[in-house]
């Protein structure tokens, strides 16, 4: 059964920025002044479900971190954190209950009510 707000089936081995993601990343560097930039993804310890998703615009990716261009950004991904994160659509919304970045993450087994924590 398909809807027509189906989220893209993401590879396994990949993360999908959406365009609308992506322009507000874009939007988000040029405020700050960062040229050239990337979109740092990661994770961390904490959050109500015991992991919180890690959001940075930085200036280019670590040694560890796994690299990946998504409408014309890259994407940068400790490889520690891939494993929790492959497959996951990073979408912005902005409309009248609109949250900003949220996260449809298929490892993910809970998640609370903010969208920024789950657990796997």
């Known amino acids: 059964?398909?809807?027509?707000?189906a989220k893209p089936k993401v590879p396994i081995n990949s993360i999908h920025v959406t365009?609308?993601?992506?322009?507000?990343?874009?939007?988000?560097?040029?405020?700050?002044g960062k040229d050239p930039?990337?979109?740092?993804?990661?994770?961390?310890?904490g959050g109500c479900s015991g992991l919180t998703y890690v959001l940075?615009?930085?200036d280019g990716p670590a040694?560890?971190?796994?690299m990946?261009?998504?409408n014309g950004i890259e994407v940068y991904v400790p490889k520690k954190a891939f494993v929790f994160l492959a497959g996951t659509?990073?979408?912005?919304?902005?409309?009248?209950?609109?949250?900003g970045f949220e996260f449809t993450n298929p490892n993910a087994k809970t998640s609370?009510?903010?969208?920024?924590?789950?657990?796997v």
Do not use: P, W, Y
């Not at 059964?1 to 707000?5: D, E, P, R, S, V």
């Not at 040694?63 to 796994?66: A, E, I, P, T, W």
């Not at 609370?112 to 657990?119: N, Q």
């Open 89 to 99: 659509v990073l979408d912005f919304s902005d409309g009248l209950n609109g949250k």
């Open 56 to 58: 940075d615009i930085v």
């Open 68 to 70: 990946i261009e998504q």
């Open 37 to 45: 930039f990337g979109l740092k993804v990661a994770v961390k310890g």
């Open 1 to 5: 059964m398909t809807t027509a707000h």
């Open 63 to 66: 040694d560890d971190d796994k």
């Open 19 to 32: 365009e609308k993601a992506a322009a507000k990343v874009r939007e988000f560097a040029a405020r700050d």
């Open 112 to 119: 609370c009510g903010c969208g920024t924590s789950f657990s």
